[in-house]
């Protein structure tokens, strides 16, 4: 069983629809978990931590559930610029290690 | 400029042949990771430093070296280069405070 695990898509989506990913986690101990955005040929980018108590950053909100081991992240309003592969990220063993899921990928049609 | 940059952002090389990828961090980060990203696999760890001179495996080490004999450098050696590297190469930087890792832009590496 992978440590991280996301459905990997496509997701195909309207503008201005709402779509939402989850992802499984198999280490209990886990203590940081995050939401990275990766465009076409370039770099992981951090796009918002989650915390326990669930955050929210504009049109972006990130859950935790700790019991199940899972993570969500919800767009609202989507843009064609969330055009992306969104990556679930979670901390192995050592907190500073972290283990990526192979990543979901996101197109919103105009 | 202030970052991670790595070099170079593009390399064939031959099998059998040494090649190193640069990483470079201007913000004094004490840890340090080196990813490799293939299709089908996401991103899987090489090998991370936790401050110079302490290097640790990560997932795949086989067949790469590093050193860190200064805090801003970590370099990633591969001894004797195989087809089966090829890959894209991220290197990552940590303040060591749970916030996250930041990339560079990545060198995409062909072995023939």
């Known amino acids: 069983r992978k440590e991280v695990e996301q459905d990997p898509g496509p997701f195909n989506v309207p503008e201005g629809a709402t779509v939402a990913f989850n992802c499984t986690y198999s280490?209990?101990?886990?203590?940081?978990f995050f939401w990275y955005r990766q465009d076409c040929r370039k770099e992981p980018k951090l796009l918002m931590s989650v915390y326990s108590s669930g955050n929210e950053d504009g049109r972006f909100t990130a859950q935790l559930n700790r019991a199940s081991q899972y993570i969500s992240l919800l767009i609202r309003d989507s843009k064609l610029s969330d055009s992306a592969t969104y990556l679930c990220v979670v901390s192995g063993e050592g907190a500073q290690k972290l283990v990526f899921g192979q990543g979901t990928r996101l197109t919103i049609n105009p | 400029d202030a970052g991670i940059t790595q070099s170079p952002r593009y390399k064939i090389t031959e099998t059998g042949r040494q090649v190193t990828l640069m990483c470079h961090q201007t913000?004094?980060?004490?840890?340090m990771f080196w990813y490799r990203q293939d299709l089908g696999h996401g991103l899987r760890l090489i090998y991370y430093s936790a401050a110079a001179d302490i290097t640790d495996k990560g997932e795949v080490p086989d067949g790469y070296v590093v050193s860190r004999s200064k805090t801003e450098n970590f370099p990633l050696t591969l001894e004797s280069a195989t087809r089966s590297q090829t890959s894209v190469y991220f290197c990552?930087?940590?303040?060591?405070?749970?916030?996250?890792?930041?990339f560079g832009s990545g060198t995409r590496l062909t072995v023939v």
């Open positions: 990552a930087s940590s303040a060591g405070n749970s916030g996250g890792y930041t």
């Open positions: 913000w004094s980060h004490s840890y």
């Open positions: 280490n209990s101990a886990s203590q940081s």
